[in-house]
């Protein structure tokens, strides 16, 4: 198992892998398809596949004409969720499959939500949002992050800061989408009253204001090591 870079990753988009787009942990598709039956099968396809290759189970979720696949490896050292090369080979393989059952990727409709919270200590504010957003106390923060093991929630990321008597905004969204969707988001959410507070980062994340100045940070993969 080869961890990989987020540029590793997004040259593998690149080259071979077009149906699939880098989020802030994870490698994810969205196939459309006519049915939920035609769903329902190409889910038991990859179950079926991924149990042969001895791949954990990917995190699956099937609706109404779309499934979405979620593609990472818990890495035993700490816990921390990355994308390696068997995230590639599976990624190559769930393709193959949606195109036997007809089903279309949409990449650009990827997305994914995570909360976070400015704290002066993840050691300390950690272990209280684990217990709470998993119901299990032994959930406990990998590294700065707090997953759910089940993904029934977000993770919550803890943003280092300075000890302050009245912080302007400790909570804020940060809102993972395909870069090729970011733009259009962005437009959207400004013709909807929204502001760019800050977009010196983009196309890593440019932060938007709501109306009442509450921040929220739409990011992608691009403009990251």
Do not use: K
């Amino acid at each position: 198992m080869h961890v990989l870079g987020v540029q590793d990753v997004l040259a593998a988009i690149d080259t071979e892998l077009a149906d699939w787009r880098r989020l802030a942990q994870p490698l994810v598709a969205r196939f459309r398809g006519a049915d939920a039956v035609t769903g329902a099968g190409f889910v038991a396809a990859v179950t079926r596949e991924a149990a042969a290759a001895r791949y954990e189970i990917p995190d699956i979720r099937l609706g109404p004409g779309y499934v979405d696949v979620t593609l990472y490896t818990v890495h035993p050292d700490g816990g921390r969720r990355r994308v390696t090369d068997r995230e590639l080979e599976r990624a190559r393989a769930i393709s193959a499959l949606a195109v036997r059952h007809g089903l279309r990727a949409v990449p650009d409709e990827v997305t994914q939500l995570e909360l976070v919270l400015d704290a002066p200590s993840v050691a300390v504010s950690g272990p209280f949002w684990a217990a709470l957003l998993t119901g299990d106390p032994a959930n406990a923060p990998v590294s700065d992050t707090v997953f759910d093991p089940t993904n029934r929630v977000p993770s919550t990321w803890f943003q280092h800061t300075e000890v302050r008597p009245v912080p302007p905004q400790r909570w804020h969204l940060d809102l993972w989408l395909a870069p090729e969707a970011a733009p259009g988001r962005i437009a959207a959410a400004l013709a909807a009253g929204g502001t760019v507070y800050d977009d010196s980062h983009a196309p890593a994340f440019t932060v938007l204001a709501d109306p009442d100045g509450n921040r929220v940070c739409v990011c992608t993969a691009l403009g990251r090591i």
